[in-house]
Nanobody, 116 residues
Framework: QVQLVESGGGLVQTGGSLRRSCTAA????????KAWVRKPPGKDREFVAS????????YDADSVKGRFTISRDIAKNTVYLQMNNPQLEAAAVYYC?????????WGQGTQVTVSS
């Protein structure tokens, strides 16, 4: 059974930092493209960052460039989102996802609250 479990807390101040974790069970994360997606309150889901399985490239949304970094730990089957100096607009429910050519899996989503 495939399961993506997110953790890493949920409260951060502007100027602070927070690391989100997503650990996969039932699949080998290294064989999938991995991404973080968020849904701000009252808004649609939006792309945050991704790690491309095909070539190892990473991509960040313009809104988080220079602040958020996606990374992975192959041994732990885990993907991270390091959030540095988030803006108030970064407050949202954050989801991790694993993507292949044939399927997509989602984490449960966790709330990140940003305060000044």
């Amino acid at each position: 059974q495939v399961q993506l479990v997110e953790s890493g807390g949920g409260l951060v101040q502007t100027g602070g930092s927070l690391r989100r974790s997503c650990t996969a069970a039932g699949l080998t994360f290294n064989q999938y493209t991995k991404a973080w997606v968020r849904k701000p309150p009252g808004k649609d889901r939006e792309f945050v960052a991704s790690h491309i399985h095909k070539d190892g490239s990473t991509y960040d949304a313009d809104s988080v460039k220079g602040r958020f970094t996606i990374s992975r730990d192959i041994a732990k089957n885990t993907v991270y989102l390091q959030m540095n100096n988030p803006q108030l607009e970064a407050a949202a429910v954050y989801y991790c996802t694993a993507i292949s050519t044939s399927d997509q899996y989602w984490g449960q989503g966790t709330q990140v609250t940003v305060s000044s």
